[in-house]
Each structure stands twice: as structure tokens, then as C-alpha cells.
């Protein structure tokens, strides 16, 4: 069993920037890709970022790209995102998840993912 915990979610004014952290107990933290995802109000959950269990290999949502960063340590069990150049249009609560797969490719969906954080809420104002 795979429990995730993410900080690091707040206020922030459009052009600011935040730096959300998963923090991973229990399983095997380094041999799972991990993602962020988020979901607005009335919407449903997207894919925002995703790593390999290595590092090596990330990939991102065509809006965040070149604004958001995922890496990991580790050595932490702890995934990151930091973000940049924040966007009312990124208000939304954030979760990391983990995929559960020893050594898996990354992956954009959802549904591939078997353990989810309970999110931190992260609010742009314009």
C-alpha cells in the first residue's frame, strides 16, 4: 500500500510561482512513475505532469509545457512540481499519484494510476 501526501498548495498571484511536494510512504516510491493531475471546479480530473520511476523520462500537458517542472528524489520518496508563470486558468485542487507498477512507463491516464494523494488546493487570482 502506497500512501501519498502532498503540501506545498496556497494563493498566489498570476506570474507567481509554487512548488507542490508528494511525500510517498509504504511500497516501492522508487520504482513508480508518478503524475500530477488537477481537477477545477465542474471539470474533470486532467493529466498535468508525469516522471518515470527513474527521472529520466517526463512529459507534460501542452498547457503547462515550459512552465511546470516535475522532477523526484528518491532518496525523499518525494515527487515535485514547481511551477512558474502561474495562470488563473491553473486554479484548481492538485494531485500526485503514483502508479503502482514496479519499473513502469509513464503514463497520462488516470485510470492507470492505482494510489492517489487528497490534494492541495492551489488558487491563482488574477
Known amino acids: 500500500q502506497v500512501h501519498l501526501l502532498e503540501s506545498g498548495g496556497g494563493l498566489v498571484q498570476a506570474g507567481g510561482s509554487l512548488r507542490l511536494s508528494c511525500a510517498a510512504s509504504?511500497?516501492?516510491?522508487?520504482?513508480?512513475?508518478m503524475g500530477w493531475f488537477r481537477q477545477a471546479p465542474g471539470k474533470e480530473r486532467e493529466f498535468v505532469a508525469t516522471?518515470?520511476?527513474?527521472?529520466?523520462?517526463?512529459d507534460y500537458t501542452d498547457s503547462v509545457k515550459g512552465r511546470f517542472t516535475i522532477s523526484r528524489d528518491n532518496s525523499k520518496n518525494t515527487v515535485y512540481l514547481q511551477m512558474n508563470s502561474l495562470k488563473p486558468e491553473d486554479t484548481a485542487v492538485y494531485y500526485c499519484?503514483?502508479?503502482?507498477?514496479?519499473?513502469?512507463?509513464?503514463?497520462?491516464?488516470?485510470?492507470?494510476?492505482?494510489?492517489w494523494g487528497q490534494g492541495t488546493q492551489v488558487t491563482v487570482s488574477s
Open positions: 499519484a503514483a502508479d503502482g507498477i514496479f519499473r513502469g512507463l509513464v503514463r497520462k491516464s488516470a485510470s492507470l494510476y492505482g494510489y
Open positions: 516522471i518515470s520511476w527513474s527521472g529520466v523520462v517526463t
Open positions: 509504504g511500497g516501492t516510491f522508487s520504482g513508480y512513475a
